[in-house]
C-alpha cells in the first residue's frame, strides 16, 4: 500500500471512505493477466461490435487463454471521428496495455482543470484545479484523446493477439434459449454459434434487445438496485427522470484556426471547459495535438423531429431553435465551431437496464449496451474499457463450463451496480449544468465558487478541498481489475472446482 498524503485522506473520507488503493505491478507493468491454468477450458467468445468496449473486451479474453471473434459492420479503416476523455481511472487500465503509456504521451492532451463559464455573462463561475498531489495518489492523470487513435491502437492491439476481427458484418438476429449455445445470425444468412455472447454493439444493441425480450422486461427489475445506486453515485441533488439527451459534436482541426490568436487561446488550453445554460450546456476541450472538440447538449426534450446521425464533413448545422438557445454563447467560441470540418448529432435514450448478464442463455452486454451513462460527459468510455478488462479478468480463473453461470453472475454483480453509480453522477452533472435562473443555480454557482479557491496549495483549508473533491474522487478511485480480485478472494473461491 503506498502512503497517502493527508489532503487525499481527507478527500477519501470526505468521499464515504472510499480507499485510494494502488498495485504496484499493476502501474508498472504490460497487462498479462495469469497463464489459463493448464487444466483449464478455453471457451469461444463471440463479440458483436467492434466498438471500445468490445475491443478491449477481446484482447482481454485472448490474453486469459480464449478464442474470440468480434463481428463488426464497419470497414476496417473506416473514418472514426471526434475525441474520448479518459478519466484517471480509465488512464490507470491503458497504462498497463504494451505500449499503452506511449499511446497516452503521444496522443493525449493532459487535463489540467476543469473550468465553468457562465454562458450569459462569460464570468467564470468555478475551476477545479486538478491538484498534483491527489492525481499523484490516484497514480493516473486526466487525458483527452482522439477517438480514432485510441481504436486503431486497440484493433491493432487485438489483431497481434490473435483476436479474430470480421469487418463489413451486420448482424440481423440473435437466438438465444436454455441449454442452447446462442447464436448469431449475419445478413447473409451465415448462423455462427458461440460459448459465450458479448454484446458490444451500442445503444441500439441489437443483442441487448434479445436479452430482455427473453428473460426479463425492464418493469421487473429491483428499483432498489436502482435507487441504492443512484443514492450513492453522487452528493449532488439528483436531476428528475431524463429520459433523453440530445446532443451535437463538432471536430475542428487546429491548423484551420492556428493564425488567429484568439481562438488559439481556446484552442491550446489544457482545461476542460464547460459553458452551462438554461436547458443545455456547451463543453469544449483539446483532444490530442491536432484536434479541438465542442460538444452542445439540450435536455428540454423539445428536439422530437431530430435524428441520430453519423459523423458527416459539414458543420453542425443549428436550427433556428439550436441557434437561439446557441446565441448566448462566448463569440469566440461560436466561431471555433464555425471552423468544424465534422459532426454529428446523436439522441440517447436513458433506459433502465435491469441486467447485464442471463446465465441461462450465456450472454452478456458492455460498453454502451449496457450501461445509459450520457455519452457526452466524462465516463461513456472510461466504463467500456472497465468491462473489457473486468471481463477478461473474470474469466481468466475459469477452469471448466460448468463454471460459466456462476461468472456470468458474478460479472453482472460488479459491472451492473459500478455502472448505476456512474450513470447517477453524470445524470447529477447534467442536471446541475442546464439549471434555469433561480435558487437551485444560485446554489449550484455558490458551490463551483469554492472550486476557485480549493486549489489545494494551503490558502484554505484541506476541508473545504476534500468536500469539492468528493463527487470526482468517488469517480475516478476505482479499479476494475481490482474489483474483480476482491470479488475473486471473497467470494470466486468458493466455486474454484468444477
Known amino acids: 500500500m503506498v502512503a497517502c498524503s493527508r489532503l487525499t485522506r481527507l478527500i477519501v473520507t470526505r468521499a464515504y471512505f472510499f480507499r485510494l488503493r494502488h498495485v504496484v505491478w499493476l502501474l508498472a507493468t504490460p497487462f498479462f493477466l495469469p497463464l489459463p491454468h493448464e487444466t ?17 473486451a477481446a ?18 479503416d473506416a473514418v472514426m471521428e471526434g475525441g474520448l476523455r479518459v478519466p484517471p481511472n480509465m488512464t490507470c487500465l491503458l497504462k498497463t496495455l504494451p505500449q499503452g503509456p506511449e499511446l497516452l504521451e503521444a496522443y493525449g492532451w493532459r487535463c489540467s482543470a476543469i473550468t465553468f463559464i457562465n454562458c450569459e455573462s462569460q464570468q467564470t463561475i468555478g475551476r477545479l484545479q486538478l491538484i498534483e498531489e491527489v492525481m499523484t495518489d490516484l497514480g493516473c492523470y486526466y487525458y483527452m484523446v482522439p477517438y480514432e487513435k485510441l481504436y486503431n491502437f486497440l484493433r491493432d492491439l487485438c489483431e497481434s493477439s490473435g483476436a479474430q476481427i470480421r469487418f463489413q458484418t451486420d448482424i440481423v438476429a440473435i437466438r438465444l434459449g436454455r441449454n442452447a449455445k446462442p447464436t448469431v445470425v449475419t445478413s447473409t444468412g451465415e448462423s455462427i454459434k458461440a460459448d459465450i455472447l458479448v454484446g458490444a454493439d451500442g445503444r441500439a444493441s441489437i443483442v441487448r434487445d434479445a436479452l430482455l425480450e427473453l428473460n426479463l422486461d425492464a418493469d421487473s427489475a429491483d428499483e432498489s438496485d436502482f435507487d441504492d445506486c443512484r443514492s450513492e453515485g453522487s452528493t449532488l441533488s439528483l436531476p428528475p427522470d431524463l429520459h433523453e439527451i440530445v446532443g451535437g459534436t463538432c471536430c475542428i482541426n487546429i491548423s484551420a484556426v492556428q493564425d488567429q490568436p484568439d481562438l488559439m487561446e481556446i484552442a491550446n488550453s489544457t482545461e476542460f471547459t464547460y459553458w452551462p445554460g438554461t436547458d443545455l450546456f456547451v463543453s469544449g476541450h483539446r483532444c490530442g495535438p491536432d484536434l479541438f472538440v465542442v460538444s452542445i447538449v439540450w435536455t428540454n426534450g ?29 463569440a469566440r467560441l461560436k466561431r471555433l465551431v464555425s471552423y468544424a470540418t465534422t459532426c454529428h448529432r446523436t439522441i440517447q435514450q436513458i433506459p433502465k437496464i435491469p441486467r447485464v448478464t442471463d446465465p441461462n442463455t450465456r450472454v452478456i452486454i458492455i460498453g454502451d449496451a449496457a450501461h445509459s451513462t450520457p455519452i457526452h460527459c466524462s465516463h461513456n468510455s472510461s466504463l467500456a474499457v472497465e468491462d473489457g478488462f473486468a471481463l477478461g479478468r473474470i474469466f481468466s480463473h475459469i477452469k471448466c463450463k460448468t463454471q460459466i453461470p456462476f461468472f456470468l453472475s458474478a460479472f453482472h454483480q460488479i459491472r451492473h451496480k459500478r455502472g448505476l453509480a456512474v450513470e447517477a453522477a453524470e445524470l447529477a452533472g447534467i442536471a446541475a449544468s442546464t439549471f434555469g435562473p433561480g435558487p437551485a443555480r ?11 479557491s480549493a486549489n489545494g496549495n494551503g490558502e484554505v483549508e484541506d476541508e473545504v ?11 475516478f478511485n476505482y479499479n476494475a481489475i481490482e474489483a474483480v480480485e476482491d470479488w475473486w478472494l471473497t467470494w470466486g473461491k468458493l466455486n474454484k472446482d468444477c
Do not use: C
Not at 477450458?41 to 458483436?48: G, K, P, S
Not at 484482447?59 to 476496417?76: D, K, N
Not at 478541498?465 to 469517480?475: E, K, S
Open 40 to 56: 483449464m477450458d478455453a471457451f469461444d467468445f463471440v463479440i458483436v461490435g467492434g466498438s471500445i468496449a468490445g475491443l478491449t
Open 59 to 76: 484482447y482481454a479474453l485472448r490474453q486469459a487463454g480464449h478464442r474470440v471473434l468480434v463481428l463488426e459492420r464497419r470497414e476496417r
Open 302 to 330: 423539445l428536439h422530437t423531429e431530430d435524428t441520430d446521425s453519423d459523423w458527416r464533413p459539414e458543420p453542425l448545422i443549428l436550427n433556428d431553435r439550436d441557434a437561439e438557445s446557441f446565441r448566448l454563447q462566448d
Open 442 to 452: 444560485d446554489a449550484r454557482d455558490k458551490q463551483l465558487a469554492l472550486m476557485s
Open 465 to 475: 478541498v476534500a468536500a469539492v473533491w468528493a463527487d470526482y474522487l468517488m469517480q
